[in-house]
T-cell receptor
Framework: GQNIDQPTEMTATEGAIVQINCTYQ??????LFWYQQHAGEAPTFLSY????GLEEKGRFSSFLSRSKGYSYLLLKELQMKDSASYLC??????????FGAGTTVTVRA | IAGITQAPTSQILAAGRRMTLRCTQD?????MYWYRQDLGLGLRLIHY???????GKGEVPDGYSVSRANTDDFPLTLASAVPSQTSVYFC??????????????FGPGTRLTVL
């Protein structure tokens, strides 16, 4: 089974930094994904972590600590278009994705 | 490049009716998936297929059936719709390499309302 927790909502100002935390308890672990989902649209892939440490992709970075069952997604230099839901998902031993409920980020001018 | 298409975009359905949601991908992906997304619950896996000719049950399979006659198509059928099946349904596909890095790509979704 799995238990994936992330905050429901976060609000930040344009140009600022926001960190979205995700904790998980799973029966097996083969990696962690972050997806972005704008309202009324499909989730789109942002990042994948399987080893401990930080992966940086432009304004977005994702961190993983397997021993702590913890990840975060860091969004820098926030833009209005970053207002969206961010989904944390863990891939377990059966290679199926289990999703958290998502964090809705609102960027204000 | 179409990627993954779903039809219909939205549908209002009377309870007890049969409904098939269509999903087609043109990426030659081996694996395909159906999820439902409900407010506060996130995406939940209904059924999946690792390759053409095979299917498996996900977390919430009751009331749904799937088939995978070929690589490209993965229809989801509600045999007798109930109001609790009101949701947004997403189809996804992946290479199906069996590795942890097997990224799933999602279709645009079908918004289904059962009255």
């Amino acid at each position: 089974g799995q238990n994936i927790d992330q905050p429901t909502e976060m609000t930040a100002t344009e140009g600022a930094i926001v960190q979205i935390n995700c904790t998980y308890q799973t029966s097996g672990f083969n990696g962690l994904f972050w997806y972005q989902q704008h309202a009324g649209e499909a989730p789109t892939f942002l990042s994948y972590n399987v080893l401990d440490g930080l992966e940086e992709k432009g304004r977005f970075s994702s961190f993983l600590s397997r021993s702590k069952g913890y990840s975060y997604l860091l969004l820098k230099e926030l833009q209005m278009k970053d207002s969206a839901s961010y989904l944390c998902a863990v891939i377990e031993n059966d290679y199926k994705l289990s999703f958290g409920a998502g964090t809705t980020v609102t960027v204000r001018a | 490049i179409a990627g993954i298409t779903q039809a219909p975009t939205s549908q209002i359905l009377a309870a007890g009716r049969r409904m098939t949601l269509r999903c087609t991908q043109d990426m030659r992906h081996n694996a395909m998936y159906w999820y439902r997304q409900d407010l506060g619950l996130g995406l939940r896996l209904i059924h999946y297929s690792n390759t053409a000719g095979t299917t498996g049950k996900g977390e919430v399979p009751d009331g749904y059936s799937v088939s995978r006659a070929n690589t490209d198509d993965f229809p989801l059928t509600l045999a007798s719709a109930v109001p609790s099946q009101t949701s947004v349904y997403f189809c996804a596909s992946s290479d199906g390499t069996g590795s942890g890095a097997d990224t799933q790509y999602f279709g645009p979704g079908t918004r289904l309302t059962v009255l």
